[in-house]
Every structure is written in structure tokens, then in C-alpha cells.
């Protein structure tokens, strides 16, 4: 298992992430496998929210895995709030996120979070009162890093002018089949839909800033159209492609799609969500595999993109 140092932080962590969005699809016994799994694979960094199953899935996690202070020492433990569910609007206010903490550390049941992510941007977002909230949090002990997830690079600048910790986190959908932080950079001043900037630079944005960039939905197509490995129907050339890489390395498809992810130099963390072990243990293997440039690119194309 390949670690990072992430930027502006103490913080040592597996290039993997166990996404813990589905836990409730398990049993207890199922969910403690599944986490005992992903420990003994390397990874150390693991990834909630509030609104996964409201909230029933940090209760899942931390009742699977026992949770007391021997545990949680070796976990970095990362969650995500700011969406008010079920009735589907955003909340930035300085009263929701304390609530929310509060919450998530008693679900959790810890006494703080490594890092808190804001979920998704909220339009009516006071960036004084935020920065507010994070004081309050960091002051307590309650929160020990602030970051973001899927906000662009003047949403980022917006709250950073007010918010004193430095932002360390922006999580993004990235996969093989999902690549808008890619393709306008590639494609500049080309009259072609793949050459429109959808992102607003965001990927060297993150870079530039020292920002650690996280990837959801990794096997993804589209927003949770659905997996592209095996899928022959709509992706038979990339699915050839990483079929025969794969037997190279002696590795599953699985660890192709997070290998391409990982051989990206920004050191992009890969969000696992898979409620499977054995392609939790798959998925793992891609951690370390460095893809040639050839490699990558040849990925890259055989998803239906152009290298001009």
C-alpha cells in the first residue's frame, strides 16, 4: 500500500479510502469483515458522511469494528456534512455544522474527526459564520482538519478568505469514464465538446494550493449510471484494454481502474465504496501499480477520449 503525506497536515495516509456509503447493506458481522479487510490491506483512511443512510452507517461502522481508543488511534477518520436530508437542500449555517459534528462524533462514537468536509456548495453560504463554525470546532478538539467536497476553485478562494485553517480536502468524481478534470486541459482551443472547461481548472487548482484531491465513484460512468468494467455493451475497447493490462501486472480489471487514479502525480486518494472484500482486497492491489505513460494514455483513449 502506497501512503501520502497530506500537505499542510501530520497526517500519513493510504493512497486508498473505504468509502462507507453502503455499510448498511450489511450485516454487523459482514461490515466488521469488510473494515477488518481494508485494515489489513493498508488502508487507514476511511471516508463518511451524515446523510449515508442518515446517519446509520457511522453507526454500522463504529458498532462493527467495536470502536475504542486502541481502534481508533490507527484510523484517520474522515466525514462530510452541510446536505439537510430527506428534505434535500444545503446548510452552511454555523448551528448545522456544530449539530452535525456533534453527531457524527456520537455515531462515530469518538471524540473528533480528523478531517470534516462540506459537503456540497451551498449557495446561501456565509463564509464568516463558517469560519466561525470551524474555530469553534478546532478550538474544542472536536475536528482537527477542515477541506471540501465538490466545490470549484472560486468556491474554494471564497471560503478560504475567511476561514483561518487551511483547506486540505477538495473530493471530486473521478474515474476512467469520468474525466471533465482532464479532458478541457488536454483538448484547449479544440472546437470540440471534450475541449469545454467544466470544472474551472480545478485539478490544478488543488495542486497549485496543496490541496489533497480525492476521487468518488471510481468505477463509475456518468453521475451512478453505473460500473464500465465488464460492462462490453457501451465499453468494449476499454474494457479489452484493461482486460490485457491487467494480465500484465497479474491483477483484476479492479486494480487497473484505481491504478490509472493513482498514477496521476497530484496523488489523487481513490474512495472505495464496494461492500465486497475480496474486491476491497482487488481494488487494493492497484495501490502501488505505477502504468507506464503508454499505459495510461492508451486508457485514456480507449474510454472515447482524443489525444490531439
Known sequence: MKYISMANTDIKSSNIIMGNMRLTQLSLTEAERL???????????????DIYDRGRCEEIFSEAIQMNPTIRENMII???CGIRSPENYYDFSKEHILW???NILKRLKTDYLDILLLHRPDPLMDPEEV????????????????GVSNFNPTQIDLLQKYVPQKLVVNQLQFSICHTPMIDSGISLNMKIDQAVNRDSSILEYCRL????????SPFQHGFFEGPFLGDLERFPELNQVIDSIAEKYGVTNTAIAVAWITRHPANIQVVLG????E?????????????SREEWYQIYKAAGNIVP
Open 78 to 80: 474522515q466525514s462530510k
Open 274 to 277: 464496494t461492500t465486497n472484500s
Open 100 to 102: 452535525s459534528v456533534e
Open 209 to 216: 494550493n496543496d490541496i489533497t484531491l480525492q476521487a468518488w
Open 35 to 49: 473494515i477488518r479487510t481494508a485494515m489489513d490491506e493498508g488502508i487507514n483512511f476511511f471516508d463518511h458522511a
Open 131 to 146: 469560519a466561525e463554525a470551524f474555530s469553534e470546532l478546532q478550538t474544542s478538539g472536536k475536528v482537527r482538519c477542515f
Open 279 to 291: 474486491r476491497m482486497k482487488d481494488a487494493s492491489k492497484g495501490s502501488d501499480i505505477k502504468l
